[in-house]
């Protein structure tokens, strides 16, 4: 007997659930910590970005929840997918980097960047940025300026 083939989403009802899936039909209930989760991944090239997107996604954002958030290191902004900053929880960031590393070490031997790095060990950049980071808050410019003394 022959079975009949699984139902197939239209073009709108595909686009829908991946609105809906994004929490952009209607705005969320849940808390900041859940959405971000949800969401494996804001895009937060800036600052601000992650805001604004959970302001858009959710029924009395606080900014301040988020901003708690990363004070206790519970979410974090890194360099993740396709090279570009997302905020994610911390334990997304703890999976998915070392998944993601040897395709941002590939991005980084190609790319305009690595001529400011050329003859440097790797790791001891990165150990001194992280101490630094770790020490107190640091912008792009900052971090650089840091690094670039040492």
Known sequence: MATAAPPVLSTRALNRALLARQMLLERSRRPVAGAVAHLVGLQAQTPRSPYLALWSRLAGFDPEALSRLMARRKVARI?????TIHLVTADDA????PLMAPF?????????????LDGLDLDEVAAAGRALVEAEPLGFSALGARLAER
Not at 79 to 83: D, G, W
């Open 79 to 83: 360099v993740l997918m396709r090279s």
């Open 94 to 97: 703890l999976f998915l980097r």
């Open 104 to 116: 941002l070490v590939r991005g980084l031997a190609t790319s305009t960047w690595r001529l400011g």
